[in-house]
């Protein structure tokens, strides 16, 4: 029962005049407003979550996260001391493989400007027959492996790939008594090799190969300056025959 006589019941500022349309408008905009603020702000918040969670997963974090509101309402992710180590590992680990690339390219980088030539050749070798010792007819034999070779300064340097820091093998020029074309090979798939061999004071013989008759006489011209060698009569005319 409210203030009233007995038997009336008052209702306080029941009686109150309405606001104005105005001012319903005004509210409407403002529930409006404060939806698309609320809209807004939800989606910025799975902007920040998303880009958060991007860059996990960039490091390969594991395990659950758990996301806690921070200051200014914002969400964060807490992680563990685990965690906060493997993270840091991992850019550790990412820091370092970018130094080696980096020292990798500077590398090949290196040697594309300052050697007298380079490039991809199939490779193997073989070793002077023992006195004695019955010659072994390997023709045969695919052992053929590709390697980066590069004919730098005085040496000729034999890498596994272009990107190595450092040579699998190295040669001389001054330990090199002669150089000359072999026959060409013919793979299985008809395709035809060109061949050269690289022969060593040590009794070892490189044989090389390429798909590119160019390529092999740009080889062959550089060794026979650089080592101040000739090929002789048979080998010119094998030469010109290929």
Not at 148 to 170: E, K
């Amino acid at each position: 029962m409210g203030d009233g006589p007995r038997g009336i019941q008052v209702f306080p500022d029941y009686f109150v005049a309405s606001t104005s349309g105005s001012d319903s408008l005004s509210s409407q905009a403002s529930s409006t407003s404060s939806s698309t603020d609320l809209g807004s702000h939800s989606h910025t918040r799975a902007r920040r979550r998303l880009r958060s969670a991007t860059m996990l997963n960039l490091f390969s974090l594991r395990g659950r996260l758990s996301w806690k509101l921070g200051a200014n309402d914002q969400e964060k992710v807490v992680l563990s001391a685990v965690e906060v180590e493997s993270l840091r590992s991992e850019i550790a680990a990412l820091e370092e493989r970018e130094s080696h690339f980096k020292a990798q390219l500077e590398n090949i980088d290196e040697i594309l400007r300052s050697a007298r030539l380079s490039g991809y050749l199939f490779l193997r070798m073989r070793w002077a027959a023992l006195p004695g010792e019955p010659p072994i007819d390997d023709t045969e034999v695919d052992d053929w492996i590709p390697r980066f070779v590069v004919l730098h300064g005085s040496c000729i340097y034999l890498y596994m790939i272009s990107t190595d820091l450092s040579p699998q093998d190295s040669t001389l020029l001054s330990d090199v008594v002669e150089v000359g074309h072999l026959p060409n090979l013919t793979r299985e798939d008809e395709e035809i090799r060109y061949c050269f061999y690289i022969w060593t004071c040590h009794g070892l013989r490189y044989e090389c190969s390429s798909k590119s008759k160019i390529q092999v006489d740009l080889w062959l011209e550089a060794l026979q300056i650089d080592c101040k060698l000739a090929l002789d009569s048979k080998d010119v005319k094998n030469s010109e025959k290929a």
